[in-house]
């Protein structure tokens, strides 16, 4: 089944623990992405990546970091995270110009 | 430039009611895609627009694309309890993302 999976669902963790949010993809799509969700704000997106160590910023990238060492995953990490990162965390893959797979988010929070 | 406004933010309906959602852009739009997300769920995609003055069907949910392509609708005829869920249009940029409206949460009233 294609699908992009995320782990894990839901996180719960303290200001400045660095946390990794794991994202695969089964459809050998080369464009991934995350995004964060907050209220009254949509989807915003945080990084992306067009294919294998290939990275970019997108609209909102402070305290994120990505990596893209094989085609398939795409990890978020968050090096010290803070309350303000706290948000539903979604996780894309397509191929170019087609839709979007999302993951089935994290909720993460940050005490 | 980038953003894509999406209005209204929220509509409470009846059952059986018509809902529309509306999407505007200040730049001429290359294409534009539309995505649902039900209350916990994540966003699926329904459709993509490319073409100018162009309109597509999914049963009672019909999607128009502006002739000038910079605006877009989504309009949901007799709406029902299982259209609840938040609506999202996207656009292209710079053929490389993706940029997303704030989106337009749907409740329907039985």
């Known amino acids: 089944e294609a699908q992009v999976t995320q782990n894990p669902r839901y996180l719960i963790t303290v200001t400045g623990k660095k946390l990794t949010v794991t994202c695969s993809q089964n459809?050998?799509?080369?464009?991934m992405s995350w995004y964060r969700q907050d209220p009254g704000l949509g989807l915003r997106q945080i990084y992306y990546?067009?294919?294998?160590?290939?990275?970019d910023k997108g609209d909102v990238p402070e305290g994120y970091k990505v990596s893209r060492k094989e085609k398939r995953n795409f990890p978020l990490i968050l090096e010290s995270p803070s309350p303000n990162q706290t948000s539903l965390y979604f996780c894309?893959?397509?191929?170019?110009?087609?839709?979007?797979?999302f993951g089935s988010g994290t909720q993460l929070s940050v005490l | 430039g980038q953003q894509v406004m999406q209005i209204p933010q929220y509509q409470h309906v009846q059952e059986g009611e018509d809902f529309t959602t509306y999407c505007n852009s200040s730049t001429t739009l290359s294409n534009i895609q539309w995505y649902k997300q039900r209350p916990g769920g994540h966003p699926v995609f329904l459709i993509q627009l490319v073409k100018s003055g162009e309109v597509k069907k999914q049963k009672r949910l019909t999607f128009q694309f502006g002739e000038a392509k910079k605006n877009s609708s989504l309009h949901i005829t007799a709406t029902q309890t299982t259209d609840v869920g938040t609506y999202f249009c996207?656009?292209?940029?710079?053929?490389?993302?993706?940029?997303f409206g704030t989106g337009t949460r749907l409740q329907v009233f039985p």
């Open positions: 459809m050998n799509h080369e464009y």
């Open positions: 894309a893959s397509t191929s170019k110009g087609e839709k979007l797979f």
């Open positions: 990546s067009m294919n294998v160590e290939v990275t």
């Open positions: 996207a656009r292209s940029y710079n053929t490389d993302k993706l940029i």
